[in-house]
């Protein structure tokens, strides 16, 4: 599984922005996704995750309510809406599959893309 996340940009804090990563091979409900992100030097963490099916899904404490994760099983697509963006979720976005239900956990996660970057002006 080949993964390429895109839509990243330059925002002002309060805007959006929608993520997308695309699936080189039919990823549909056999894999979980996940969206992690990676500021500069700090550790990647756990920004949201959807199951195979997409009925099933968890958030960060620090987006819940702000980002909405989704999929497209057809489209072999997942997406990130991000609204109210802050400064702090300036980071380096990441798209991952796992053959789990899914997961909050880097390590549970096979499949990454490379990356599409998010900044956030105050």
């Known amino acids: 599984v080949q993964l390429q996340a895109s839509g990243g940009g330059l925002v002002q804090a309060g805007g959006s922005l929608r993520l997308s990563c695309s699936a080189s091979?039919?990823?549909?409900?056999?894999?979980?996704m996940g969206w992690f992100r990676q500021a500069p030097g700090k550790e990647r963490e756990f920004v949201a995750a959807?199951?195979?099916?997409?009925?099933?899904?968890s958030y960060a404490d620090s987006v819940r309510g702000r980002f909405t994760i989704s999929r497209d099983n057809a489209e072999n697509r997942v997406y990130l809406q991000m609204n109210s963006l802050k400064p702090e979720d300036t980071a380096v976005y990441y798209c991952?599959?796992?053959?789990?239900?899914?997961?909050?956990?880097?390590?549970?996660?096979?499949?990454w893309g490379q990356g599409t970057l998010v900044t956030v002006s105050s």
């Open positions: 091979s039919r990823t549909s409900s056999s894999y979980g």
């Open positions: 959807i199951s195979g099916s997409g009925r099933s899904t």
């Open positions: 991952a599959a796992t053959s789990s239900y899914y997961s909050i956990h880097t390590g549970s996660y096979a499949y």
